[in-house]
């Protein structure tokens, strides 16, 4: 099968003033990484402008040059200068890594028509950690995966070829240094992949990721010392079980050098753990970051756990509290390459939910942020649901734990308490069919995730342009109507789904689709507890108290509906329908509005797309066009299943006289 290239897709460019440039590339330093970063300037040269540059290694003062360099320009160790000096472009940084993202940002610049004759930019990264987690089955399916299969796994077996190397350019050039290529949930022969059966395949893929600066991680199951090893136990105080994992680990730094270290899904979702033997969440990271420690490891311990089996009578247990009770007491109990992975909000990545109070709650802890590309909850990559903004949004999220560098980017950046074990991750949207997202317009979240990583300053728009220009044209009908497309896309698509932060109203299981009371007659505490008076969950003091796991002033303003913010009323508070918003507006009629505005701008954004017909290929073109074919249905199809179980529980009129039945 074959693959398209996204972003790295080196069209050819008429009338571009640097050409020459790309004449003579000279390698002043060695190395793998090195030499991969003069192969993309080759293959850009041969792409852009039809010529093989000829590499040398200690050439004359022109062309393309890349040399180590630490003049204390940079800032840090993956920083770069790019920058012209009489003649010719320098790629310069302290590291070869440091080069290596010099090399995409100088083609980037290229392809964003930057004159090479003038161009002086410095960057460094902000979080130092960028990672990718897919979540990947051995047998080749992807958990919440829309885009086909895995290209790491088939058939319990681990792929390695050439598109392994296309992903690795894809990574780097958006600046991710980390992926974990096998899924949190570990289930049946996917434990083995931490013995030497796999070793050999998984040391390949490793060199590849090398080559781009990627290390590569595993996830773990936590009771394989008895699945695998035949004990009895998983505890992880006992003697026999850390001498099990001591042999692993030690076996698998022997097998694969340079191997980043474990991300681990613990008691959580039916999945073991150290609470099973009564140990808690340090003491089983802690066992881990011990045995990886001298290999300079590192242990990712994801903060997901909660009592997946609720009894809807109990109105005090709440899912969105469990995160914030389950680690915030054991902040600085964890060794110092222990890393805490929290999703962005309390529950599951939901279309809207505040930023979970666990980050805030953390000041002698390494954290990173998890944020989900793969649209599991928003849309399943048919939606076009841009989601840039809103890990924006959770980026500068003031926490208040501080009276400056206090917001959840401070944090896991490292400038809130320093140090380098933290960062940024978000679950991938890939797979194998050709286009590696199913849809063309969900590769804008990959390319915005990574580029956000390195760049929390970036803005939404500034990603979205970049993105555009890069993927599919720079005619500027296309640049303003994708734009345009992105930019309204995930409020549209709250819009015509879950009202005010109540989120879940979708197909249990599947998670695409409308049913309102899907999830309110199951047990995972995902309620929305709707009824002829109201709907809503009071998270305040007086109801769960969830709100109070919040420092001043944002407890003040979730504690009451009044300053709650409009967008997450209903995450907070129980409300009468006939509960006036900010807006001025009913909640009644603020549901039936925002439902029929959500649908609506489907319509505005197909038209949209339509008017870039003739500057885009047709193949993609149409791809897109599917999918919004499949949205438009969609989307009615949420507001009519919404407007109408909330009229008929209201019994309250549409105030516009707008038809309501499903
Ligand atoms: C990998 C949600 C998803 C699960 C996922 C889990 C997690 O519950 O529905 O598919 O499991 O999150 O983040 O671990």
Redesign the pocket.
């Known amino acids: 099968m074959s693959w398209e290239q996204l972003w790295l897709n080196y069209k050819a460019k008429e009338n571009y003033g640097g050409r020459d440039f790309f004449k003579v590339i000279t390698k002043k330093a060695g190395g793998v990484i090195i030499d991969c970063a003069a192969d993309e300037l080759v293959r850009a040269a041969q792409g852009f402008f039809g010529l093989t540059p000829s590499v040398e290694e200690h050439g004359a003062d022109s062309g393309i040059i890349l040399q180590i360099t630490d003049n204390g320009k940079i800032a840090k160790a993956e920083g770069f200068r790019v920058y012209n000096k009489v003649g010719a472009v320098y790629v310069e940084s302290p590291t070869d890594k440091g080069i290596l993202y010099g090399v995409f940002a100088l083609i980037r610049c290229v392809m964003l028509n930057v004159d090479l004759h003038y161009i002086d930019i410095s960057e460094s990264p902000d979080n130092p950690i960028r990672m990718i987690n897919h979540?990947d089955d051995f047998n080749g399916n992807i958990?919440?995966g829309y885009s086909g299969r895995s290209f790491f796994f088939k058939e319990n077996d681990i792929i390695v070829n050439e598109r392994t190397k296309d992903y690795a350019r894809l990574m780097a050039s958006i600046g991710i240094n980390c992926s974990t290529v096998n899924?949190?949930?570990v289930k049946g022969v996917a434990a083995e992949l931490v013995t030497e059966k796999h070793f050999d395949k998984l040391r390949q893929i490793a060199e590849i990721f090398a080559g781009y600066g990627i290390k590569m991680f595993l996830s773990l199951n936590w009771a394989s010392p008895m699945k695998l090893g035949g004990l009895d136990t998983a505890d992880p105080l006992d003697e026999s079980v850390i001498n099990w994992w001591k042999e692993r680990v030690e076996a698998i730094y022997q097998n694969i050098p340079g191997f980043g270290g474990f991300l681990v899904?613990a008691d959580?979702?039916g999945e073991p753990g150290p609470f099973t033997y009564g140990r808690d969440h340090a003491q089983g990271a802690n066992m881990l970051a011990n045995l990886v420690k001298p290999h300079g490891g590192i242990i990712i311990w994801?903060c997901?756990v909660y009592n997946c089996k609720q009894d809807w009578r109990d109105k005090v247990t709440d899912r969105a509290k469990a995160a914030y009770d389950n680690f915030s007491p054991l902040d600085g109990k964890f060794l110092d390459n222990v890393i805490l992975q929290i999703?962005n909000g309390p529950m599951?990545?939901q279309v809207r939910e505040p930023v979970t109070p666990l980050f805030g709650a953390l000041k002698h802890t390494n954290q990173i942020l998890?944020v989900?590309i793969a649209q599991?909850y928003t849309g399943h990559q048919k939606d076009v649901c841009y989601l840039v903004p809103s890990w924006k949004e959770t980026l500068d999220f003031r926490t208040y734990m501080s009276q400056d560098h206090d917001t959840v980017g401070d944090i896991v950046s490292g400038k809130a308490f320093g140090g380098s074990n933290c960062g940024f991750a978000a679950?991938s949207n890939t797979g194998d069919e050709p286009n590696w997202t199913s849809n063309d317009l969900a590769a804008a979240n990959l390319y915005g995730f990574g580029r956000l990583a390195w760049n929390t300053g970036l803005s939404s728009e500034e990603i979205a342009y970049e993105w555009t220009v890069l993927t599919l044209s720079n005619e500027p009908q296309v640049v303003k109507n994708v734009a345009y497309i992105l930019l309204n896309s995930w409020p549209a698509y709250e819009n015509y789904t879950s009202p005010l932060g109540i989120g879940w109203m979708i197909n249990p299981g599947i998670?695409y689709g409308p049913n309102v009371d899907g999830y309110e007659y199951d047990v995972w505490g995902t309620y929305h507890r709707a009824d002829h008076k109201g709907i809503g969950v009071d998270r305040s003091s007086k109801g769960t108290g969830y709100a109070t796991q919040y420092n001043d002033p944002n407890r003040i303003m979730y504690e009451t509906p009044d300053a709650c913010p409009t967008e997450l009323l209903l995450f907070f508070h129980r409300l009468s329908y006939d509960y006036v918003l900010k807006t001025g507006k009913t909640l009644i009629q603020h549901i039936y509005d925002s439902h029929f505005d959500g649908a609506d701008a489907v319509e505005v954004m197909i038209k949209q797309w339509r008017e870039c017909k003739e500057f885009l290929p047709l193949a993609v073109y149409e791809r897109v066009m599917k999918k919004f074919d499949e949205q438009s249905l969609n989307s009615k199809n949420w507001r009519d299943t919404v407007n109408t179980y909330f009229y008929r529980k209201s019994m309250i009129n549409d105030k516009h006289g707008r038809l309501i039945h499903t």
């Open positions: 979540w958990e919440r899924n949190v949930n899904k959580s979702e994801r997901f999703k599951d990545f998890e989900q599991e679950v998670h």
